[in-house]
C-alpha cells in the first residue's frame, strides 16, 4: 500500500511565496518506481486541474497559468516533490493534491489548502 501526504499549505498575501512538499511511503516497488509525480489543484466549483509534473527522468510539465511562478522538483530517492509558489496571485487560492503514478495506479494525497488573498 502507498500512503501519499502534503504539507506546507497556508495563507499568504498577494505576490507572497509558498513551498509545498509531498512524500509518498509504503510499498514502492515497481520496476519502474515512480513514474510520475505531480501537483494538482481544485477551486471551490471548479474542476481539478493539472498544476505541475515531474518524470523519473525530471521533464516537467506546467500549467500556463502557473508558468514562471511555480517550480517542481523530485527527489527520487526520497520519493518526495515540492512545489515552489511565488508570485502568487488571489486565483491560485485552491486546495493542493499531491498524485503519485506508480504504474499502473495512481495514488492521490488528501490535500492541502492554498489561500491568497488580495
Known amino acids: 500500500q502507498v500512503k501519499v501526504v502534503e504539507s506546507g499549505g497556508g495563507l499568504v498575501q498577494n505576490g507572497g511565496s509558498l513551498s509545498l512538499s509531498c512524500a509518498a511511503t509504503?510499498?514502492?516497488?515497481?520496476?519502474?518506481?515512480?513514474?510520475?509525480m505531480g501537483w494538482y489543484r481544485q477551486a471551490p466549483g471548479k474542476q481539478r486541474e493539472m498544476v505541475a509534473e515531474?518524470?523519473?527522468?525530471?521533464?516537467?510539465y506546467y500549467a500556463d497559468s502557473v508558468l514562471g511562478r511555480f517550480t517542481i522538483n523530485r527527489d527520487n530517492h526520497k520519493h518526495t516533490v515540492t512545489l515552489q509558489m511565488d508570485n502568487l496571485k488571489p486565483e491560485d487560492t485552491a486546495t493542493y493534491y499531491c498524485k503519485v503514478i506508480i504504474t499502473p495506479y495512481d495514488y492521490w494525497g488528501p490535500g492541502t489548502q492554498v489561500t491568497v488573498s488580495s
Open positions: 515531474v518524470t523519473a527522468a525530471g521533464r516537467t
Open positions: 509504503g510499498s514502492i516497488d515497481s520496476p519502474l518506481g515512480i513514474y510520475i
